[in-house]
């Protein structure tokens, strides 16, 4: 159910983006918003861990173990997707270039 | 971007922890969501400007799926091996990387084993979802675009999707969105699974 809410608002921002006539009121100030909301949300996204006594607890008692774990399947994931990115990425490279 | 990343994390912690008003918290689920739909949309701004991401993405077809893959595979080697170090049962080693950074689900399955296990997973797929804020503006600068897809795991899709978009462009935005969703979908079959075996 999220993922397709998800899907629809990115969907809505894309057709929107996609209108020439509406970047110049709009798109100058998209980074900053952008900027701006971000920090809010993970602000708001720490207050919610920082509010639960039980995950603070919990944090002191195995967050070591559990930061170990993470921080090892991140490097992986990492080295993982080393291996195939060129892979995925050459049509990109080869055919259509420029990015941005 | 990425110490403000982590002050706006770490102040977030530090003013729920000791101050943020109690009428709030019923609200901050809906607070988050707000937020939440609003990056999406400049997400969904930022991919809707730049004219040929379809074609680019038409033309990677499949192969966008290795990346899901590759970071599916490498959470759940990775979990197992320092598993290996820390002296913990390999399976439930493995089940908490087959979390991919989703905490709540991957805690829920999982405390159906143990209480203790269920709290690790969460521990666990919070600190990855905390690696991942941190790390993905580093990794898409040092390393690869591509690459800082990793860290976020079933984040790419939501939490960490808007910070993925603004370390490196459209096409890489759709690849972690594509992500996000295929990984969210195994968390549900693959925790069990690895549990099962």
Redesign the interface.
């Known amino acids: 159910m999220?993922?397709l809410?998800?899907?629809l608002?990115?969907?809505?921002?894309?057709?929107?983006?996609?209108?020439d006539q509406l970047?110049l009121p709009?798109?100058n100030r998209?980074s900053e918003?952008?900027?701006f909301?971000?920090?809010?949300?993970?602000?708001?996204?720490?207050?919610?861990?920082?509010?639960?006594?039980e995950?603070?607890y919990?944090?002191s008692r195995?967050?070591l173990?559990?930061?170990?774990?993470?921080?090892?399947?991140?490097?992986?994931?990492?080295?993982?997707?080393?291996?195939?990115?060129n892979?995925?990425?050459r049509?990109?490279e080869g055919?259509?270039e420029d990015?941005? | 971007m990425t110490i403000r990343i982590l002050l706006a994390v770490v102040l977030g912690i530090a003013v729920g922890f000791f101050a943020f008003p109690a009428f709030l918290v019923p609200h901050m689920g809906l607070m988050i969501n707000i937020g939440l739909w609003l990056l999406l949309f400049f997400v969904g701004i930022d991919i809707g400007r730049q004219k040929d991401i379809l074609e680019k993405i038409k033309k990677m077809g499949v192969k966008v799926l290795l990346v899901p893959m590759m970071i599916g595979v490498g959470s759940i080697v990775g979990t197992m091996l320092m598993g290996l170090i820390i002296k913990m049962p390999l399976k439930e080693a493995g089940a908490i990387g087959a979390g991919f950074g989703w905490y709540t689900l991957s805690a829920i399955e999982l405390s159906k084993h143990s209480a203790e296990l269920g709290t690790l997973a969460f521990v666990t797929n919070v600190s990855r979802e905390v690696i991942a804020l941190v790390t993905i503006p580093l990794i898409a600068k040092y390393i690869g675009k591509v690459e800082s897809i990793a860290p976020a795991g079933a984040t790419a899709m939501d939490t960490t999707l808007p910070i993925i978009s603004r370390a490196t462009d459209g096409t890489v935005a759709i690849i972690s969105f594509i992500t996000g969703v295929a990984l969210s979908t195994m968390v549900p079959i693959l925790v069990p699974l690895i549990m099962s075996l």
Not at chain 1, 37 to 53: H, N, R
Not at chain 1, 65 to 85: D, E, N, R, T
């Open positions: 999220d993922i809410i998800y899907l608002i990115l969907l809505a921002g894309a057709f929107l983006g996609s209108k970047k709009l798109m998209t918003a952008q900027t909301a971000l920090l809010f949300l993970l602000f708001i996204m720490g207050v919610k861990i920082g509010i639960d006594k995950i603070i919990s944090f195995i967050g173990q559990g930061f170990l774990l993470a921080l090892s399947s991140v490097i992986f994931s990492v080295l993982g997707v080393k291996m195939i990115s892979r995925v990425l049509v990109k055919q259509v990015d941005n």
